[in-house]
């Protein structure tokens, strides 16, 4: 991503010449206050925005994982609306049941295809909807505050679960992360501060978190 800026048909800056680069595989965090610029620029990435200048290239399929699971599940059962993820090409029906499987057993919901999602808990929405990024064979996922909702155990299950598949021996994830929670930052490869529509150089986490006071609560600005 170089230079990218992005503005509001209200003239609000958003983004604003906001460079960096992925180093490659892992878990990658951005921590910023609200307003900062962090989801908007998850959601340039993601396409569902265009830049109003710079050029950005992606080498890996993004899926974005929003922070209210619910915004994103769309049918009853779990396996019906993993459907929705699988690419759009020929598969035999054999085909689609193996990979809805597979991708349910890595987030640790193996067997619930046909639960329904209104029965499932918080923090198993919100790996339901990890694996329909995971059924979409995306290489980049990007997740905006997925903890912010959920309740202590089920932040750190989450966390786990990204953490360990982006460091799996075979085909690790890229994983893009935003966060205000400071704790966070101890379980990434790298993190980097987002200001007024600028994100920062790649850091350590532990230590950037010591560097910051604690940020606003609240929900991720749209």
Request: charged share 20%; aromatic share 4%.
């Amino acid at each position: 991503m170089h230079q990218l800026g992005f503005a509001w048909p209200s003239g609000a800056t958003a983004l604003d010449h906001c460079s960096f680069t992925v180093p490659g595989p892992g878990l990658w965090m951005i921590v910023g206050g609200n307003g900062s610029g962090k989801s908007t620029l998850l959601r340039l990435i993601a396409g569902l925005l265009t830049p109003s200048r710079g050029r950005l290239r992606l080498e890996l399929k993004p899926a974005l994982v929003f922070q209210n699971p619910d915004h994103q599940l769309l049918l009853p059962s779990c396996g019906t609306d993993l459907l929705l993820a699988l690419p759009p090409r020929t598969m035999t029906r054999h085909g689609r049941d193996q990979q809805l499987r597979a991708a349910l057993e890595q987030v640790g919901l193996a067997g619930l295809e046909q639960r329904p999602i209104h029965a499932l808990s918080g923090g198993q929405k919100q790996r339901l909807a990890i694996a329909g990024a995971l059924a979409s064979e995306a290489g980049l996922l990007l997740l905006d505050e997925p903890t912010a909702l959920l309740d202590p155990d089920s932040q750190d299950d989450v966390l786990e679960l990204i953490a360990g598949l982006c460091h799996r021996p075979d085909a690790p994830l890229t994983a893009l992360w935003i966060t205000h929670r400071l704790d966070e930052l101890e379980r990434c490869d790298a993190a980097a501060l987002m200001e007024r529509g600028h994100l920062g150089p790649w850091q350590d986490g532990p230590t950037l978190r010591r560097r910051l006071n604690p940020l606003p609560v609240g929900h991720a600005e749209g």
